[in-house]
């Protein structure tokens, strides 16, 4: 199929160049779609970690590109404990507060405790927006609720990725169950209607895996300039299967996966031609017994111990590997 539009030929380029491509991104809904992942998972602080969350509480970021200048909402699907989908133990008794943030300090690319990495640290930073706490409430059931409206304006400019950065606690604030839930930023408070240009990341993500055999989830962390390793820590695997990394340039590299309640880590080196792009992390269930209702917690970091983001629409689009490349093997770091 020939890419005869110019927006397409523009698009390329940027891939080719590795630059940031903002006004081409479309991560409207958390997770995106082709992350192929039901839903993101909070528990109650008074949950076992052994159940696969490591803090109680999730940070993502909304980017908001800055020639968007309507109003808009972030949408929160299921934000009550109890009923269909969430996670009981015992009797639902968890209350989840989700709470919305702009100005200065939520960008955390200049402020990296806003990222919401390590315990102690002031996640919660910027302009509360918007703030609601939600029980085991029938009425918020398998439905839509919807902050906002919010002005653009009202945001953490960021000049590097030309957008304003908003961000979304999740935060078990009582009780031991698993709350689960989804995001969508929207032009509508009734409906879903995308952001264009917008894109959604996190720092640290917990995720629920399906319960199926064949299915698949990936995540999409996007490698920058400069990188030369990454370490990947994956926490409550519960040895789920393989957890497969794959780009351009990689085949499918195995990485180390992580029993119930503990963590486990893997460097993977990084190729010159693989900076400015995403890799595509999936997550392969065991086959023969089902293991149901797997949490887990992965992050990423680079060789000089910063960050990196997951991106709910890949950069550049989902990493296609090329097979005229060589396989890169590599041993596992405990």
Not at 23 to 45: C, H, M, S, W
Not at 194 to 216: C, H, L, P, Q
Not at 272 to 283: K, M, N
């Amino acid at each position: 199929m020939k890419l005869n539009k110019p927006k397409y030929r523009i698009l390329i380029l940027l891939v080719l160049l590795g630059l940031p491509i903002a006004v081409r991104l479309y991560g409207q809904a958390v997770p995106g779609k082709d992350e192929n992942i039901p839903f993101l998972v909070t528990f109650g602080k008074l949950g076992r970690t052994s159940w696969g969350d490591n803090d109680f509480n999730q940070v993502f970021f909304f980017a908001i590109p800055k020639d968007f200048k309507q109003q808009f909402f972030i949408r929160v699907f299921d934000p009550d404990c109890g009923g269909e989908h969430d996670e009981i133990q015992g009797d639902f008794n968890t209350k989840t507060m989700f709470s919305v943030y702009g100005g200065k300090g939520v960008d955390p690319e200049v402020n990296e405790e806003s990222r919401g990495l390590e315990k102690g640290l002031n996640f919660k930073s910027g302009n509360l927006l918007a703030s609601k706490v939600f029980g085991n409430e029938a009425r918020y059931d398998n439905k839509f609720y919807s902050f906002g409206p919010f002005n653009p304006a009202e945001g953490d400019f960021n000049a590097r990725w030309n957008s304003y950065f908003f961000k979304i606690v999740c935060e078990g604030v009582a009780g031991d169950d698993g709350n689960l839930y989804r995001y969508f930023l929207s032009r509508d408070a009734n409906n879903n209607l995308a952001v264009e240009g917008a894109n959604a990341f996190t720092y640290s993500y917990t995720f629920r895996m399906w319960n199926d055999f064949k299915s698949v989830a990936h995540i999409y962390p996007y490698v920058d300039t400069g990188i030369v390793y990454i370490k990947q820590r994956n926490f409550d695997w519960d040895k789920d299967g393989k957890i497969l990394v794959v780009s351009r340039y990689k085949q499918g590299i195995d990485v180390q996966t992580s029993n119930e309640d503990d963590w486990a880590e893997t460097r993977i080196p990084i190729e010159s031609a693989e900076e400015g792009s995403s890799l595509d992390f999936q997550f392969h269930k065991r086959q023969g017994e089902l293991v149901k209702n797997n949490n887990v917690v992965v992050t990423l970091e680079n060789q000089r111990g910063d960050a990196l983001k997951f991106y709910s629409s890949p950069i550049g689009g989902v990493p296609v590997y090329q097979p005229k490349t060589n396989i890169i093997k590599i041993s596992p770091k405990k």
